[in-house]
């Protein structure tokens, strides 16, 4: 067994037994009680932070996670899940969270690449995806910019409904501190 395998199995044995000897979890709904959901960054800092920073706890939100909190195409992965969280969930807010320091402000196509080229990848494989990588990574360099390109882009989204009402936020990584960088009220116009 891998050192890491062993290192969870250790960690949830002793996490199941305390839970065990408490009563166990609460069962709690899929549905999120809050009707939101929040898509937000990878980031190694927002474990165990970003949720307690909005006031979130266990069965109140869908979070939706991928490196600089980005939705750029009309349907992939990311859409997909918020589909299902307002389709078969009952989300009714989106929330884009951005935090400061993001890793993706200093991530371009031309650093992926290179990076993929001496690891080995194939140089036909990098070629395919390069404009994939310009479109996605190059444009964010400045994290309030990007999140309000990301509410705009779902407002725009043809799969979701104009009834959702989105916001865009960002957190500071190390304060918790959020700003609001969009309240949701451009919806309605940007809608008509
Ligand atoms: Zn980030």
Not at 121 to 149: F, G, H, M, Y
Request: net charge negative.
């Amino acid at each position: 067994m891998s050192e890491l395998t062993r290192q969870i199995l250790k960690a949830n044995e002793s996490f199941v037994k305390q839970s065990l000897s408490q009563g166990g979890f609460d069962e709690v709904s899929k549905y999120p009680s809050r009707n939101l959901a929040v898509l937000t960054c990878m980031d190694t800092r927002l474990l165990s932070f970003l949720e307690p920073a909005m006031g979130l706890v266990r069965g109140e939100a869908k979070l939706i996670k991928v490196a600089g909190n980005t939705a750029f195409e009309d349907f992939d992965s990311v859409i997909g899940s918020l589909m299902v969280a307002v389709y078969e969930l009952h989300v009714h807010d989106i929330i884009v969270m951005g935090h400061d320091d993001c890793g993706m402000l200093k991530t371009t196509a031309d650093s992926l690449c290179r990076h993929m080229a001496e690891e080995g990848i194939d140089e036909k494989a990098i070629a395919a995806v390069r404009p994939k990588l310009e479109q996605w990574a190059n444009p964010i360099t400045d994290i309030d910019a990007s999140v309000c390109d990301t509410v705009r882009r779902l407002r725009a989204n043809p799969y979701l409904p104009s009834s959702l009402t989105i916001y865009g936020m960002v957190i500071h990584p190390h304060t918790g501190e959020i700003r609001v960088v969009d309240d949701g009220e451009g919806q309605e116009q940007e809608v008509l």
